[in-house]
């Protein structure tokens, strides 16, 4: 307690260095979350920061809150600059301004973060246990959706292997993010309270690890069927290569030898548009490796670009090749876009100017929120998530129950050797663990990877290689409590305490 003490009156007396020190804060919570993993980062950076806004007026709260917000997303998103300037090729510049600006605009959510924490608790401690926790995690899961949303680095994820990661089948990985915080704030609470309050804030403050830990040995689904033996394919090419001319047809055969290969595999999964083409150009080739996998009864599923022209777009989608006799291919369009990566949402000057400056301009088209399930020549259904749709899990719930195993492809080698990678993969097994199922992750450069229902990973393969690795993989019935209503009952409780807060506030 005297060490908060003297840190709140060390940066009150010297506020650049105090900048600064949350601005290390934040980029140290960074650790908690993958590659690092290391769980206890994110509990112990927060409480300096959630102790200012005990303690001091929302403006000075909200100013450290944005540093705090700053430092985090700066190392944990630094890699925009290899996808906008290594491989996209805009100006080193443009790329800086880019990801600079939306470090900045996470800050403005941390310090609306503080602010309110800081406004809503007014000192009083009671009132700040049930502010900080409630509204941490519904400003975080405003930046999940709001403009599209950027829901990366949400605080649960870095929970993934820790004794809280038990609830995440209960409430989501945003319910992790709200224990993680209640248990955070108990601990600050029992530190500046006495007697009777502080005794109750510190058994608060444990229960969650003991409650989590406990439930970690508890399986929500049942297995629904026989094993299916799949096949992830990683080709190993490089994104400054994958579009050239001359790697073309070694892409096309590098992934077709595979299914000769695997003829045991009733699922063959190749990642994030696989094939550098859409359906139109190479419709021989496919009619080819349908006939491939129908010979032994498989069922093929590969990223590629689609064209629709009674639409004029193109979609960036999933095929399924071998299915049922009497079937038609089936497709699944991805329908949660990249801003600024495969749409643009700006106004008609902006991108004149992009298209003077060589930049990509073009915008893909977006899937129907809701889409017919794959189904397999076996009969399995397949909850399918192309790249950054992983983040959105709640989107995804709709494919429940009937989905029995999830699948995700990416093309995350535009990121390079960075920690996206790991943050994305980390991500894939929350869904997996919130959900109950078992997730198969193909990406084109890594991570590719099996994931158990309860989040762990079951084989992995390494980056930057070609990798072909096989699996028995059970699909799972049945609903988690989370699968069965969503991020809902944890953003109603924490709306509704804000809104009795502010109603206490504004009557006293």
């Known amino acids: 307690m005297r060490f908060l003490q003297a840190f709140q009156q060390f940066i009150l007396q010297n506020p650049r260095t105090g900048k600064l020190l949350f601005l290390l804060s934040g980029a140290l919570t960074m650790l ?6 290391w769980f206890p980062a ?4 927060l409480i300096p920061l959630l102790y200012a806004c005990l303690q001091l007026p929302p403006k000075r709260a909200a100013g450290l809150g944005f540093w705090y917000g700053s430092g985090l997303f700066l190392t944990g998103t630094y890699w925009l600059y290899t996808s906008i300037h290594v491989f996209g090729q805009a100006p080193l510049w443009v790329a800086v301004v880019i990801m600079l600006s939306l470090v900045m605009i996470m800050g403005l959510y941390y310090a609306l973060t503080t602010w309110l924490i800081s406004r809503l608790s007014a000192g009083v401690p009671l009132r700040f246990f049930v502010a900080a926790p409630t509204v941490w995690v519904a400003i975080e899961w405003l930046r999940g959706w709001f403009l599209s949303g950027f829901p990366w680095m949400s605080l649960g994820y870095g929970q993934i292997d820790s004794p809280l990661a038990g609830f995440a ?17 108990a601990l600050l609470v029992a530190l500046v309270s006495d007697g009777r309050l502080q005794v109750t804030a510190a058994v608060v403050a444990i229960l969650p690890w003991l409650g989590g830990a406990l439930l970690l040995h508890h399986s929500w689904t049942d297995p629904a069927g026989p094993a299916v033996r799949t096949t992830i394919v990683q080709g190993g090419v490089s994104q400054d290569r994958k579009w050239l001319r001359e790697q073309f047809w070694p892409t096309l055969n590098l992934y077709r030898s595979s299914i000769d290969a695997h003829r045991s595999s009733e699922l063959i999964i190749w990642p994030e548009v696989a094939i550098p083409a859409s359906i139109d150009q190479i419709e021989e080739y496919l009619n080819e490796v349908e006939a491939d996998v129908r010979r032994s009864d498989q ?5 590629i670009l689609e064209r629709e022209p009674s639409e004029e777009v193109i979609y960036n989608s999933m095929l399924m090749l071998g299915t049922a006799k009497g079937e038609t291919r089936q497709v699944y369009r991805k329908r949660h876009l990249v801003p600024f990566g495969e749409y643009f949402p700006v106004p008609a000057f902006v991108r004149n100017w992009m298209r003077l400056m060589s930049l990509p301009t073009t915008d893909l088209g977006a899937g129907a929120d809701v889409q017919p399930l794959l189904v397999t020549a076996g009969g399995n259904k397949l909850s399918v998530a ?26 995350d080698a535009w990121f390079g050797d960075s920690i996206a990678p ?12 919130e959900v109950g199922r078992y997730a198969v992750r193909s990406t084109n450069n890594g991570i590719s990877a099996f994931i158990g229902p309860d989040g762990a990973i079951l084989e992995r393969g390494p980056q930057f290689e070609y990798v072909v690795m096989t699996r028995d993989i059970t699909p799972h019935g049945g609903l988690t409590p989370y699968a069965r209503f969503g991020n809902w009952p944890v953003i109603s409780l924490c709306l509704l305490a804000m809104a009795g807060l502010a109603y206490r506030l504004r009557k006293t």
Do not use: K, W
């Not at 069922?299 to 990223?303: A, E, F, K, V």
């Open 299 to 303: 069922s093929l599923l590969l990223g």
């Open 386 to 411: 192309i790249c950054y749709e992983d983040a959105y899990g709640a989107e995804q719930l709709y494919a429940l129950p009937e989905a029995g195993i999830l699948i995700n492809v990416s093309n």
């Open 42 to 45: 994110a509990p112990l950076l």
């Open 169 to 185: 089948p209960l409430v989501g990985v945003y319910g992790l993010s709200l224990i993680l915080l209640i248990s955070v704030t």
């Open 32 to 37: 908690s979350f993958a590659p690092v993993g």
């Open 422 to 433: 790991h943050q994305h993969l980390e991500i894939a097994r929350m869904r997996a663990l």
